[in-house]
Every structure is written in structure tokens, then in C-alpha cells.
């Protein structure tokens, strides 16, 4: 029989090298979100205006739905929607986890046995498409310009993501059952090293913004969008 002190010892140091490799994950995760990718980069004065929208742990970019490089009702159905206050004019797109998105209402329903598949296997990718009508910029979503240049290689790469449309061109749109999204099924799988918040900061990078070369963190990606200054 094995004694309950050993048991002690031998469970102590499970937790002490799961904090650490926490804490390792952490510290690489800050200086990964610190080295700056596209360091030249300027907000241009005229351009484009989006947003970063973050809740604290997941992020998205936030577009207008009709501009002339891009109209986002012919990929998006729901782009050309209405609220109770009018038309949609602004669409936030994300990318996430399938079973997360479409099965997790709240951090608390979150299982552990699908954070353990998500760490080991990896999950589903999906694209989150939220309408909204005229955003307000605010710390949860933070407003910054690109050039008509830019735009067009960010809207490339949101498209890129997608998966293939059916034969009649349509895709198949996903619901759940919590909130008025939409979502599409999208290439590629969801894994640590690939987090939503990474997608974001690929997307950005892949249009010439500056941000961080590893960002598994929502702090990750906005530390490098600045929220507007709080009404007075």
C-alpha cells in the first residue's frame, strides 16, 4: 500500500510542474505578442475604418458591410440583415473552435474533456459572423484604418478561410442555439498554436498591420489596437 504521504509528495509535484509549464506557456505567450510583425506600419490618415473586437478572451474583426472594395452580403447572407433599430452596417468575423462556438454558451459550460481533445487533437475550424448596427468604438471595440490596399488583402484572406461553397455556390450556414450569429465551416483546424485570437493576428498580418507574431491571447492582439480614449 502506498503511503499517503508519498502520495502527497508525488501529487505536489504534479502540480508544481503544471504550474510551471503554465507559466512557461505565459511567458512565451507575452514575448511572442511583444515581437512585432509589419514594424513599419502606420495607420494611414484617410482609409478604412474597422475594428478589433475583444471580450477579454476572444477577438474578431469587426468591417463594414458594404464598402467598394468589398460587399460582404454576397459571402454573408446575414450582412444584409436587420436589427430592431435598422440595417445591419457592420459585420464582426471571427474564427474559433466548432464544438466551443456552437455548443459553449459561457466560459462555465466549457468541458474539460473538449479542452483535453482541443490540446491533444485539435477541433473543427469555424467562422463566427456577428451583424451589428453602427458599433460604438469603446475598449471592446477598438477602431483603427487601413488603405484601400490593405483592405483588399485582409478580405482576400477572410475569404481564403471559408470553407468551399456547395454546388450552387451558397454555404451551408451553422447556428447555435445561444446567440443570433452565424457560422461557416472553414479550412483548416483549430489548435493551440492556431487559437482564434492567432487567426486575427495572422489576418492583420497577412494585410500589413502591425501586430504580434504569436498572440494565443486576446491581451495578445489588442495591446497592439489602442482603445479610444473614455468619454468625458
Not at 454576397?74 to 445591419?88: I, K, L, N, Q, W
Amino acid at each position: 500500500m502506498v503511503a499517503p504521504a508519498r502520495i502527497g509528495r508525488v501529487a505536489g509535484n504534479a502540480l508544481a510542474w503544471i504550474a510551471a509549464l503554465v507559466g512557461i506557456a505565459l511567458l512565451a505567450a507575452w514575448i511572442g505578442s511583444s515581437i512585432p510583425r509589419n514594424g513599419s506600419w502606420r495607420e494611414p490618415e484617410q482609409g478604412i475604418e474597422l475594428m478589433l473586437e475583444t471580450n477579454g478572451f476572444h477577438t474578431a474583426i469587426v468591417m463594414p458591410v458594404v464598402t467598394p472594395i468589398k460587399d460582404w452580403r454576397e459571402t454573408f447572407p446575414e450582412a444584409g440583415g436587420r436589427t430592431p433599430s435598422g440595417d445591419v452596417t457592420h459585420i464582426a468575423v471571427g474564427w474559433g473552435e466548432e464544438d466551443v462556438f456552437l455548443h459553449t454558451p459561457t466560459w462555465w459550460d466549457l468541458k474539460v474533456r473538449s479542452v483535453l481533445r482541443i490540446a491533444t487533437q485539435g477541433g473543427v475550424g469555424i467562422i463566427r459572423v456577428s451583424p451589428y448596427l453602427r458599433p460604438a468604438p469603446s475598449q471592446w471595440h477598438r477602431p483603427f484604418r487601413v488603405s484601400p490596399r490593405q483592405y483588399e488583402k485582409l478580405v482576400r484572406r477572410v475569404v481564403a478561410t471559408l470553407g468551399p461553397p456547395r454546388r450552387d455556390g451558397t454555404r451551408r450556414v451553422l447556428r447555435d442555439a445561444y446567440s443570433s450569429d452565424n457560422y461557416y465551416l472553414a479550412r483548416g483546424r483549430y489548435t493551440l498554436a492556431r487559437t482564434c485570437n492567432q487567426w486575427v493576428s495572422d489576418t492583420l498580418a497577412e494585410a500589413g498591420v502591425k501586430t504580434g507574431w504569436w498572440t494565443p491571447f486576446a491581451g495578445g492582439v489588442s495591446k497592439w489596437v489602442p482603445a479610444p480614449p473614455e468619454p468625458r
